[in-house]
């Protein structure tokens, strides 16, 4: 293989790591791999891959790259600036995931058992998103997520409004019962 060959290999990062991305972007799993485990060659792009795979709707290759072996973040991070940076990779991708409707890589997203993304990230951004495109499962996954959830009322109430605007009638019940059972709890 090209990146196991010498040193004068191939370089996964090469261009600023636009191979690891252009794999993500096609959902080229054995390219990905083959990226992230040439441990010589420190990749550059892992939030850009990762955000990219996710617009697509590459569950497989988003599972792939948070689940990739340490040597992937070219960053010499001090205790606790991973996590942080691995946080906000995810919330970019959850994002780019809301965006395009891709329920199930959402609820990977929100659900990942390190570092998982917010669903209430940038003041509940996720769900006016969400609520833009009419997609309901996404709306009730960032309503309902166990940790973090996204507030019916976030924004000051723009989520609401924008599904009136749009006329979609069942976000905008499903807003209206959650702010509603937020306001009777006193969250």
């Not at 990739?68 to 991070?77: E, K, N, S, T």
């Not at 960032?142 to 000051?156: S, V």
């Not at 749009?166 to 019940?173: A, I, P, S």
Request: net charge negative; glycine share 10%.
């Amino acid at each position: 293989m090209l990146l196991n060959a010498d040193q004068h290999a191939a370089h996964a990062d090469c261009r600023g790591g636009q191979a690891l991305v252009e794999a993500a972007r096609g959902g080229h799993a054995e390219l990905v791999h083959m990226f992230l485990n040439a441990p010589q060659h420190p990749v550059r792009a892992f939030g850009q891959a990762l955000m990219k795979a996710a617009h697509e709707g590459h569950t497989k290759i988003v599972g792939i790259l948070l689940n990739g072996p340490q040597h992937v973040y070219d960053i010499a991070f001090e205790d606790g600036e991973l996590d942080d940076f691995l946080r906000e990779k995810r919330e970019c991708a959850l994002m780019s995931a809301v965006e395009g409707g891709h329920t199930e890589m959402v609820r990977m997203l929100l659900n990942a058992p390190d570092h998982p993304a917010h669903a209430d990230c940038d003041d509940g951004l996720a769900l006016l998103a969400a609520v833009q495109k009419g997609h309901i499962e996404v709306v009730r996954l960032l309503l309902y997520t166990p940790q973090n959830a996204a507030r019916a009322d976030c924004l000051g109430g723009k989520a609401l409004v924008r599904a009136v605007e749009l006329g979609h009638t069942n976000v905008v019940h499903m807003l209206r019962r959650n702010y509603a059972a937020w306001a009777k709890n006193g969250i």
